[in-house]
C-alpha cells in the first residue's frame, strides 16, 4: 500500500509541475475547469489542501468552496495561480 500511495503521490507532483494555471485555451472548457479541480482534488487526497486552507487560498466562504467544487466552476486565472503556487511550495517544486 505504501508503494501505491508513493506512485499517487509522484503522479500528483507531476501534475501539479506540469499544470500551466496561465495558459487558458479555451479556457472555460471542461478539460480547462476538470484539469484545475483535479489537482485541487489531489492536493485534497494527498493531505496538502483542506477545505479551510483551500477558502483561504480562494479568498472565499466554504459554502461558496463546496458549491465551486460540485459545479467545477473555472477560476480566474490570478486565483489559479495562488492556488498553484501555493501547491507547488507545499510539495517543494
Not at 507531476?14 to 482534488?41: C, G, H, L, T
Request: glycine share 6%; proline share 4%.
Amino acid at each position: 500500500m505504501d508503494d501505491l500511495k508513493h506512485k499517487a503521490l509522484v503522479a500528483f507532483r507531476m501534475s501539479v509541475r506540469n499544470y500551466k494555471p496561465w495558459i487558458a485555451p479555451n479556457w472555460n472548457s471542461v478539460e480547462a475547469r476538470d484539469s484545475f479541480w483535479q489537482i485541487v482534488q489531489g492536493a485534497e487526497n494527498n493531505g496538502f489542501l483542506t477545505s479551510e486552507k483551500a477558502c483561504e487560498q480562494f479568498g472565499i466562504t466554504p459554502d461558496q468552496y463546496a458549491y465551486w467544487k460540485e459545479r467545477g466552476c473555472h477560476p480566474d486565472r490570478n486565483m489559479r495561480k495562488k492556488v498553484w503556487s501555493f501547491l507547488k511550495k507545499e510539495l517543494g517544486l
